[in-house]
């Protein structure tokens, strides 16, 4: 199974913007679907954004317009660029191959800690 690694987190005033990234340990080549997930304190985690092997890309309605999805399969490595950053964008945001979680046999790596506030 392929490990990820999320970086790029950190504390931003609302408007801002950060570049989350996913390093995976091996190839994801073979993963049809890369997401973005985050979990806020005190409630359930949800999908963020999506991105197919194709570049076909889903996002949630709270973020879009403002997030971008994208995945670079020769460098295994999933990104987020988020713009316009709201406080209620504050959690933890985890990378993860979506037919996993979907199955309930994912797991999870330790996140990056975003938080939107002045």
């Known amino acids: 199974q392929v490990q990820l690694v999320e970086s790029g987190g950190g504390l931003v005033q609302p408007g801002g913007s950060l570049r989350l990234s996913c390093a995976a340990s091996?190839?994801?080549?073979?993963?049809?679907?890369m997401g973005w997930y985050r979990q806020a304190p005190g409630k359930q985690r949800e999908l963020v954004a999506r991105?197919?092997?194709?570049?076909?890309?889903y996002y949630a309605t709270s973020v879009k317009g403002r997030f971008t999805i994208a995945r670079d399969n020769a460098k295994n490595t999933v990104y987020l660029q988020m713009n316009s950053l709201k406080p209620e964008d504050t959690a933890v945001y985890y990378c993860?191959?979506?037919?996993?979680?979907?199955?309930?046999?994912?797991?999870w790596g330790q996140g990056t800690q975003v938080t939107v506030s002045s």
């Open positions: 991105i197919s092997n194709g570049g076909s890309t």
């Open positions: 993860n191959d979506c037919a996993q979680v979907e199955r309930g046999i994912s797991s």
């Open positions: 091996g190839s994801i080549f073979g993963i049809y679907a």
